[in-house]
């Protein structure tokens, strides 16, 4: 059975390919985020309201960001709307809308970039340019907050154009001028208030690694730690703060993987969340969150800062040297993943005879690269490798949804927000289809959202799979 992009099929559900449904003018166009709050918008350093002049103040800022980020320029300009991108993007494929996929999305931005930075189009002579005006700013709202920044598109792109790019441009002009969604603007203000993405109070965080411990010692019989604040320790780790009461069995995985290496590790309460949302928002707040688990180490006084399973806290961390200086007081001196980590102590032989992969044999397992740990991050073999000396039954998806072309899980970018459930759900079709596709009952991971989105997505399209970790199955089989 081969599987391919093919648009058009006669029966999806059985051959295991996707076909965009009957294509709906603007179909997402009702679908919205929910606007801002003033008090968290506030908090973050942003208007907590429309600014009065807020045409004037969003083409300066458009003006700035086009001086600063030069490829910006390059890409409002080089577009020849080949239409490569239209089928490779979830979202089109999900919806049908013929507006969301990423050069009719880009586009928005190209026709008031070609009204007020070109000269046909200040002297009102180009008829592709529009002005930014209510109509607009109402479509780029809409649009580009149901673009997941996941690049899929960038990869098929003849000229390389790389569409986040815009996506995360656009998004920061509208913050610029008191345009911004609930979801995102409150989680960037309640990792500045209580150090995670969740808004969970210190107390919180350490009476949950308490409880751990229980749990873990009377499943083991192990006295296993999950220590918080403890200065001195050699590693601090950074993981989502969704694996501390969500994804547990992640969790309880850094937990056994650390007291089976006779490691001495912590979590900070300053910072316990390794996601950073101003990825989806503006540079101000990326730079700010970023810094935050870079002081949280300083506090700390570790030797190495390890980032725990997401894709955003990947794609985040890889910027820290750029964002905000030389790592050179960490060993190593740049941006180390759980997964590399992993991989290194496999390649040692750490783990040589402590293995028993049939502890997994109930799983047939596929993976599912996320979009910012695979394209952004370069982290395409290790999860593999992981998974290779613990696992008895693994199948890869389909070539082409996978590795640097993987699908979106359907709620990256910002997107995993309930009143835009029918775009994740539509976005999330192609990842589902293809999982399908390998008849695997356990989708194995590396994102907090991924784990998040993909139980949903796999129930909606009827989909019998469990979704978990790398790391959970890893551990599952580490004899202690």
């Known amino acids: 059975m081969k599987f391919d992009e093919t648009p058009i099929v006669k029966d999806p559900a059985k051959e295991g390919i996707l076909s965009p449904p009957k294509i709906r003018e603007n179909a997402s166009a009702a679908v919205r985020c929910y606007p801002s709050k003033p008090k968290d918008t506030q908090a973050i350093g942003l208007p907590g309201e429309r600014v009065p002049d807020w045409q004037e103040k ?42 969301n996929f990423p050069v009719m999305r880009a586009e928005l931005m190209r026709k008031v ?66 345009v911004s969604t609930k979801y995102v603007t409150e989680v960037v203000a309640k990792v500045y208030e209580r150090g995670n993405n969740l808004g969970i109070p210190p107390a919180a965080w350490k009476d949950n690694c308490e409880f751990l411990e229980q749990d873990v010692e009377e499943e083991t019989g192990k006295p296993i730690r ?3 604040d403890d200065y001195g320790a050699d590693i601090l780790l950074v993981p989502p703060s969704a694996d501390n009461f969500a994804n547990v069995d992640t969790m309880v995985g850094y937990g056994k993987l650390f007291y089976a290496l006779g490691i001495r590790w912590t979590t900070s309460t300053y910072c316990n ?27 700390l006084n570790v030797k190495t800062i390890i980032w725990g399973e997401c894709g955003h806290a990947w794609r985040g961390a890889i910027l820290t040297p750029t964002l905000n200086g030389p790592m050179d007081m960490f060993d190593p001196p740049y941006p180390y993943h ?10 040692q ?24 740990t695979a394209r952004a991050g370069q982290l395409l073999d290790e999860p593999r490798e992981i998974l290779q000396h613990c696992v008895n039954h693994f199948i890869e998806m389909p070539r082409n949804t996978i ?13 995993l927000t309930d009143e835009l ?60």
Request: charged letters at 20%.
């Open 58 to 99: 969003a083409i300066a800022n458009f003006a700035e960001l086009l001086e600063k980020n030069k490829a910006l320029r390059v890409y409002m300009d080089i577009c020849v709307r080949c239409g490569a991108c239209t089928d490779k993007c979830q979202f089109y494929l999900g919806t049908g809308d013929p507006q």
């Open 113 to 178: 970039y070609r009204r007020y930075f070109t000269p046909a189009g200040r002297m009102g002579a180009l008829s592709e340019a529009a002005d930014f005006d209510e109509a607009m700013l109402e479509k780029w709202y809409t649009y580009f907050y149901q673009c997941s920044e996941c690049r899929r598109c960038s990869v098929f792109c003849p000229y390389g154009i790389d569409t986040a790019e815009i996506t995360m441009a656009a998004r920061e002009i509208m913050a610029s001028i008191g």
């Open 226 to 228: 999950f220590p918080v």
């Open 273 to 299: 969340e390794g996601g950073n949302f101003g990825l989806f928002l503006n540079y101000q707040n990326l730079k700010k969150v970023n810094k935050r688990i870079i002081d949280a180490a300083r506090m």
């Open 338 to 347: 759980i997964s590399q980590f992993m991989v290194k102590m496999i390649r």
């Open 349 to 372: 032989g750490a783990f040589k005879g402590r293995i028993d992969k049939s502890a997994n044999d109930d799983y047939i397992v596929t993976y599912h690269d996320p979009c910012n």
């Open 403 to 415: 590795r640097e072309k993987t699908y979106c899980c359907g709620a990256g970018g910002g997107l």
């Open 421 to 480: 459930m029918p775009i994740r759900m539509a976005g999330g079709k192609p990842r589902a289809m293809a999982v399908k596709h390998t008849g695997a009952n356990y989708l194995a991971t590396i994102c907090a959202i991924c784990k998040a989105q993909l139980p949903e997505s796999m129930h909606y399209w009827d989909v019998p799979v469990k979704v978990g970790g790398t790391i959970d199955l890893f551990t599952r089989a580490l004899l202690l």
